[in-house]
DNA sequence: GGCTGGATTTACTTTTACGTAAATCATTTT
DNA sequence: AAAATGATTTACGTAAAAGTAAATCCAGCC
């Protein structure tokens, strides 16, 4: 039996993940990880030295990717997991947070709008070219 | 009358506009619309040392805008830029060319559903937050 | 004709997000 | 016990996207 004692069980049910099985999960070096620890991004616990990974460290770093994919910097993905750690405490607080969720919101609308320009703009060439090609008579 | 001899012009049918209107209207310094030309996104015309811009060149700008806020890097730009300025040519190029839009597509489809993903979120945390806001009886 | 205010060029600097290398440590395998 | 394997730390390196500074140039003007 391994280190982990869990090689049976199924990914989702697992209590811990190394390293090297979240790199080749979310296809990011070591290197990477280690960088989004020290950013204070996750917090693996340790066996001696070595990082234990929960499942909701995990879907950290999940959350980290999308953030990554949608060209967030890692000061801006950090606010976003701020929003969703901050357990809802005092009136005041829940104002300011609401404040951020609407603030984070806009600006993810606003990237939607640039998304679906975009694309409208693409099905333009799209069309244009499948024109062109019916002219020439070409089988698509 | 100015340098440009359009001042009474509205800004849509201007003939050019100088690097400095151009900042103040994209909220970006002359370094950063220099270092596009150095780039190869843009090519203003010039009179003598100075350049100018005509509006394709801001409407260049303006999908370079676009491109950042979706987080493209400046690589990523050009290759879009490339699939508008492409006239559409010979059959093999145009099949090319539709290829590279639906790789594009895809890939701003897949940023959608992040985006889509992380605002239901954001609603559910903001729920949470009006619920708990409602028990404390703060009028919103 | 010297001043003034933009615009330009050149070159060095900075920040972000990692990459990479070297040395060390721990565990498992043989 | 030695070797192999994998993780860690430390520290320097790098590419992208500008920032910034210094010196120069040029047009209009009083």
């Known amino acids: 039996m391994g280190v982990w004692e869990n090689s049976l069980k199924s990914p989702e049910q697992k209590q811990f993940y190394s390293i090297t099985e979240l790199t080749r999960e979310f296809g990011v ?37 999308r953030g990554k994919r949608l060209g967030f910097s890692i000061a801006e993905i950090r606010e976003i997991i701020s929003i969703y750690k901050e357990p809802p405490g005092e009136s005041g607080q829940l104002k300011l947070l609401i404040q951020r969720v609407v603030e984070k919101r806009d600006q993810l609308l606003q990237k939607r709008k640039d998304i679906d320009e975009t694309i409208a703009e693409l099905d333009q060439v799209e069309e244009q070219c499948l024109g062109r090609m019916a002219e020439l008579g070409v089988r698509t």
């Open 29 to 65: 070096s070591t290197r990477t990880i280690r960088f989004y620890e020290d950013e204070g991004l996750i917090q693996p616990v340790r066996r001696g030295r070595t990082r234990l990974f929960k499942p909701s460290d995990r879907r950290l770093l999940m959350l980290i990717m």
